[in-house]
């Protein structure tokens, strides 16, 4: 309980103003009181976890999604070029250096061998990311979105990312829902929801505008025909499960937090899309 404040506020405000100024003062002691509080709050953690997480168990999960990334990769037969890439550009979003590197790597050729222990490896990701469903979510997610890289998603690899929902808890029916979500992010931004340019001409630019809203509908988990108090409590949901510094405070790797904020980037970019469409606040 924090109560110094209303205390020196009730002082001090009675002995300056009589008991209108103690009421003030109490108003004022409660405010500093409460923001006292989230601030302790803040400093242990979110949810009463500790900021930051055992720095092994943060090395086994970075370690687990490369690995679990390149046997999603592999599941087809062949790793693509492009899901290389995705690998590359991945640690280079994470500016990881040399020795990082050469584990993310390591832990994606891993993956990829035919023994890779895939249920031993996620069990283990559930069992040190227990009570912390976001970090789950966001393993998930990461796999996804790796799976998606060349734009398409092959039927085996469906099958692999089942496996990691059923595992980490989540249901078939989350998973597909995620994955629609993640064909719509790749959709948006092929038609520039992220900035990117649009072709130029009349129709060409509306229907490349269509797209954008379309998709960013689906990026925010609603119908086109959603009411403005639905959208608006779909966009709080996501960005509260997406939100960087909630996902730090709850053990997500430090060299993770870029992916993590361009994620919550990318629904905000959805969210204003929806916004300026409707015309609402």
Same mark, same amino acid.
Request: no cysteine; charged share 25%.
């Given at each position: 309980?924090?109560?110094?404040?209303?205390?020196?506020?009730?002082?001090?405000?009675?002995?300056?103003?009589?008991?209108?100024?103690?009421?003030? *003062?109490?108003?004022?002691?409660?405010?500093?009181? +409460?923001?006292?509080? #989230?601030?302790? =709050?803040?400093?242990?953690?979110?949810?009463?976890?500790? +900021?930051?997480?055992?720095?092994?168990?943060?090395?086994?999960?970075?370690?687990?999604?490369?690995?679990?990334? *390149?046997?999603?990769?592999?599941?087809?037969?062949?790793?693509?070029?492009?899901?290389?890439?995705?690998?590359?550009?991945?640690?280079?979003?994470?500016?990881?250096?040399?020795?990082?590197?050469?584990?993310?790597?390591?832990?994606?050729?891993?993956?990829?061998?035919?023994?890779?222990?895939?249920?031993?490896?996620?069990?283990?990701?559930?069992?040190?990311?227990?009570?912390?469903?976001?970090?789950?979510?966001?393993?998930?997610?990461?796999?996804?979105?790796?799976?998606?890289?060349?734009?398409?998603?092959?039927?085996?690899?469906?099958?692999?990312?089942?496996?990691? =929902?059923?595992?980490?808890?989540?249901?078939?029916?989350?998973?597909?829902?995620?994955?629609?979500?993640?064909? =719509?992010?790749?959709?948006?931004?092929?038609?520039?929801?992220?900035?990117?340019?649009?072709?130029?001409?009349?129709?060409?630019?509306?229907?490349?505008?269509?797209?954008?809203?379309?998709?960013?509908?689906?990026?925010?988990?609603?119908?086109?025909?959603?009411?403005?108090?639905?959208?608006?409590?779909?966009?709080?949901?996501?960005?509260?499960?997406?939100?960087?510094?909630?996902?730090?405070?709850? *053990?997500?790797?430090?060299?993770?937090?870029?992916?993590?904020?361009?994620? =919550?980037?990318? #629904?905000?970019?959805?969210?204003?899309?929806?916004?300026?469409?409707?015309?609402?606040?």
């Amino acid at each position: 309980m924090h109560f110094f404040g209303k205390i020196l506020g009730v002082f001090f405000g009675f002995w300056f103003g009589g008991p209108f100024g103690a009421l003030l *003062g109490l108003y004022i002691g409660h405010r500093f009181d +409460r923001a006292k509080a #989230i601030s302790q =709050a803040r400093q242990s953690g979110f949810g009463g976890f500790q +900021r930051g997480a055992n720095p092994a168990q943060q090395a086994e999960f970075f370690q687990a999604a490369f690995s679990v990334m *390149g046997h999603v990769a592999k599941a087809k037969g062949q790793v693509t070029e492009q899901e290389i890439q995705l690998a590359s550009i991945m640690m280079q979003r994470m500016n990881l250096d040399e020795n990082q590197r050469r584990t993310a790597q390591e832990a994606f050729r891993q993956g990829k061998s035919a023994s890779f222990p895939l249920r031993d490896v996620l069990n283990r990701v559930r069992e040190i990311s227990r009570g912390r469903h976001d970090l789950t979510q966001f393993f998930l997610e990461l796999q996804i979105s790796a799976a998606f890289a060349d734009g398409s998603l092959h039927p085996k690899e469906r099958d692999v990312l089942h496996i990691v =929902a059923e595992v980490l808890g989540f249901s078939a029916a989350q998973l597909e829902r995620r994955l629609k979500m993640q064909e =719509a992010a790749y959709r948006f931004q092929q038609s520039g929801g992220f900035g990117g340019q649009h072709s130029g001409g009349g129709y060409q630019q509306q229907a490349t505008t269509q797209d954008q809203l379309a998709a960013a509908y689906e990026i925010l988990g609603v119908e086109a025909s959603a009411e403005a108090k639905e959208i608006k409590r779909a966009y709080r949901k996501l960005m509260n499960e997406h939100h960087p510094d909630k996902l730090s405070a709850k *053990g997500l790797p430090p060299e993770m937090l870029e992916v993590a904020k361009e994620k =919550a980037q990318e #629904i905000q970019h959805a969210y204003d899309v929806v916004k300026k469409e409707r015309n609402f606040k």
